[in-house]
């Protein structure tokens, strides 16, 4: 039997249409507004469990959330919006750093609406956004960035494919059954420097690549997190290295090196 993919899984089969915005920091206010809505609402649909209607911390944290400084639509340096018709269904925002002489994209958020989930939407979005005309503002390498409490992000940033021109030479942590393999000394002190700099109030764990409580100033955000992931050796790593009521995250580390 083949293994079950994503698209078999989804609910929705209308069609995401995927918008990209290079310019966020230029779009109307009032767009931005609608999008600020649009991205709370849907954060806490897929990440307040079953009783998300009525689970207040998550409905209230995500509005503040895209409502502050670094978080706002227009405060990205890349944005993507995936639209069902008029609806938005899809948003993944990007932005792009520099830590320890390396250039970074940092994936900063990246939701998709529940029932779209499992689709391909975000392969689609995570292409789109790492476009290989974009890329040329790199030189040789990049470091791709992203801080989850969800094994299904882990499992998507096995799965995406490098941009057109691109190689991946790594990916950190390894997840396997026996355990983490120690990462090469000079990712574990890159990966130091990506936790202080964008979570520089949280404690880092870094023979786990674990930063504690990185969501929790917005409170708390995720609870019930059954996160629906196929692969158990990434589930139970989540489960039993993270602390759910702690907000911690996962800081994942890809290594980009250019081809040609
Ligand atoms: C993580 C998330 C954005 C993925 O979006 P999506 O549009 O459903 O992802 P895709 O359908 O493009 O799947 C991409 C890849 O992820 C992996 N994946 C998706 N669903 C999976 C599952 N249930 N189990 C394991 N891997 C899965 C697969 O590798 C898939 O590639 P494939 O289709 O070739 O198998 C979405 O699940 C989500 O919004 N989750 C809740 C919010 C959240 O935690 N966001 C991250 C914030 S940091």
Known sequence: MNKPTS????????????????????????????????FAEISARATGGKDWQVYSPGQDGWRDYY?????????????V??????????????????????????FHIAITEPEFQGAGVLLKAVAAL????????????VHVV?????????????????????????????IKETGLPEAPEEIRSFAKAVAARLSPECPYDSERFVIKGYFKKYGALYQNLNFPCRNPVTSSFFKQQLDELNQDGLLT???LEREY
């Open 7 to 38: 698209s078999d899984t989804a609910k929705s089969k209308t069609p995401v249409i995927l918008k990209v915005l290079d310019r966020p920091q230029e779009m109307k206010p009032q767009y931005a507004e609608h999008l600020a809505g649009a």
């Open 67 to 79: 409502a502050s400084p670094g978080g706002r639509p227009r405060d990205y340096a890349r944005l």
């Open 81 to 106: 919006v995936g639209y069902a018709g008029e609806r938005v269904v899809h948003f993944t925002a990007l932005d792009v750093l520099q830590i320890g002489g390396y250039d970074v994209i940092w």
């Open 130 to 141: 790492l476009d290989p005309m974009w890329m040329e503002r790199f030189s040789s390498t």
């Open 146 to 174: 992203f801080r989850t409490p969800n094994p299904i992000v882990y499992e998507s940033l096995q799965a995406i494919p490098p941009p057109l021109r691109w190689r991946i030479v790594g990916r950190y942590p390894e």
């Open 253 to 255: 580390i890809s290594l």
